[in-house]
């Protein structure tokens, strides 16, 4: 497709399993970018990437959060040992050449996890 | 510390009429500002930026301007029609940080 896809759409999870969520950037963007969206929260920024650059992990609440992106494309999202404040909207969004004027984030539907 | 706060979280506006959304920051070295629309179930759609050295920038029936001494950024909807109805965020950015966003608010067209 030609926007930026992720999966699973919704995810259910017992409190203290390990999640992980999938980001399909668009083809040829070489930036990518993981935020989160609580209830009633704007979006907070978790992490990320930019070519062959080390992540910009600032943005991680916890050491549980950790974030791949594998051969500059497809990025994995995984929450370990998940509680119920990891209960979220996890949106995942790529620009064309990364941060910088003029740059323009294009993001994906979102990731609904409930952890019960 | 919220940075981005857009303090109403909804509006209604009759279909025709213009729409005004708001948003105030807080720090002063912000020289990016950008709105954000997001539909239900979808991932927000860049709307509309504006770089600190404007006030204005205007794109077809959207336009949004920026009040650097107030600190406050509107976005202008006119005129307003029924598929504007969904949520807007304003965010914004210093050189190459993060983008940080506000919470959003809800507007909706009554036709």
């Known amino acids: 497709g030609a926007g930026v896809s992720q999966s699973p759409s919704n995810k259910v999870t017992e409190k203290g399993k390990d999640v992980e969520l999938r980001c399909d950037p668009i083809s040829g963007h070489t930036a990518l970018y993981w935020y989160r969206q609580s209830l009633g929260q704007g979006l907070e920024f978790l992490i990320y990437?930019?070519?062959?650059?080390?992540?910009?992990k600032s943005g991680l609440p916890s050491d549980r959060f950790s974030a791949e992106r594998t051969g500059g494309s497809v990025s994995t999202l995984t929450i370990q040992r998940t509680q119920q404040e990891d209960s979220a909207v996890y949106l995942c969004?790529?620009?064309?050449?990364?941060?910088?004027?003029?740059?323009?984030?294009?993001f994906g539907p979102g990731t609904r996890l409930l952890v019960l | 510390d919220q940075q981005v706060k857009q303090n109403s979280p909804s509006l209604s506006v009759q279909e025709g009429r213009i729409s005004i959304l708001n948003c105030d920051y807080t720090?002063?070295?912000?020289?990016?500002f950008l709105w954000y629309k997001k539909y239900p179930a979808e991932g927000p759609t860049f709307l509309i930026s504006?770089?600190?050295?404007?006030d204005k920038n205007e794109d077809g029936r959207f336009t949004v301007f920026l009040n650097k001494s107030a600190k406050h950024l509107s976005l202008h909807i006119v005129p307003s029609q029924p598929g504007d109805s969904a949520v807007y965020f304003c965010?914004?950015?210093?050189?190459?940080?993060?983008?940080?966003f506000g919470k959003g608010t809800r507007l909706s067209v009554i036709a």
């Open positions: 504006i770089s600190s050295i404007k």
């Open positions: 969004a790529s620009s064309l050449y990364g941060r910088g004027v003029g740059e323009t984030q294009y």
């Open positions: 990437f930019q070519g062959n650059s080390a992540p910009d």
């Open positions: 965010a914004a950015r210093v050189g190459n940080t993060p983008l940080v």
């Open positions: 720090n002063s070295m912000f020289d990016y």
